[in-house]
C-alpha cells in the first residue's frame, strides 16, 4: 500500500479503505475563499459494488492500493462482459459491466486501454484521453448564429451527447474527450 494526498487521487485509482479496496468514481477538489480545501471522492466498493462518497482534507493522507497498469486491447462486448487481450502474451481477461461503467460507449475494436489489475481481476479501466466517433444526428445550422462561441446539441453514433460548432453535420467524424464528451476538434481522417 502507498499513501498519497487526496488531492493526487483520480478516477480509476484503486484506494484501500479499511481494508476494503475501491475503485474511484471521480474526484473532485475544492477550493473555498474561507475554510479547509477539501477533496470529495465518489468510489465504488470493488466486493460488493456498493457507492459511497467520503470527503478528505486536500492534504490528507489515502492509501492508495497497489495494483498493476496493464495495457489491453479492447474485442469486444459479450453480455454484461467486455473482453480484452493482452497484446503480449495474447491472453484474455473478461471485465464486468460495472467496471467499465460509463466508459463503455467510448470502447472501440482495437482501442488500447490500461486495465487496472489485482489478484488477476480487472478492478479499473483507463481509456485514451480522447477518441474518434462519429455525428448521427445535429441540428441544422440557423442562420445569423456566430460561429465564436455557438454550440448545437449533437448525438453520436455510440449514443453520447455532446455540443458541437455550427459547422459540423451528421456523418462528420469528430474528436472528443471520454472524460466527459467534449468537443475538440474535426477528425482528420
Known amino acids: 500500500m502507498v499513501k498519497v494526498i487526496a488531492s493526487s487521487v483520480r478516477k480509476g485509482n484503486v484506494l484501500d479503505l479499511d481494508g476494503h479496496l475501491c475503485s474511484v468514481i471521480s474526484a473532485e477538489s475544492f ?3 474561507k475554510g479547509t480545501p477539501t477533496t470529495q471522492i465518489d468510489m465504488r466498493r470493488i466486493s460488493d459494488g456498493v457507492k459511497m462518497t467520503q470527503r478528505y482534507k486536500t492534504t490528507e493522507q ?5 495494483v498493476e497498469d496493464r495495457d489491453y486491447t479492447y474485442l469486444y462486448q459479450d453480455g454484461e462482459q467486455y473482453v480484452f487481450m493482452n497484446p ?3 491472453d484474455q481477461i473478461n471485465v464486468d459491466g460495472d467496471v467499465v461503467g460509463d466508459m463503455s460507449p467510448y470502447l472501440q475494436e482495437g482501442m488500447k486501454v490500461t486495465l487496472s489489475v489485482f489478484e488477476e481481476k480487472a478492478v479499473a479501466i483507463e481509456l485514451p484521453q480522447r477518441v474518434t466517433c462519429e455525428v448521427a444526428e445535429t441540428e441544422p445550422v440557423t442562420k445569423g448564429q456566430t460561429a465564436s462561441s455557438s454550440y448545437k446539441p449533437a448525438i453520436l453514433t455510440n449514443g453520447v451527447r455532446t455540443a458541437v460548432p455550427p459547422h459540423i453535420g451528421p456523418g462528420t467524424r469528430i474528436v472528443v474527450m471520454t472524460a466527459d464528451g467534449a468537443y475538440v476538434e474535426r477528425a482528420k481522417d
Open 88 to 90: 503480449e502474451t495474447f
Open 31 to 33: 477550493f473555498p475563499g
Open 62 to 66: 489515502v492509501e492508495r492500493a497497489y
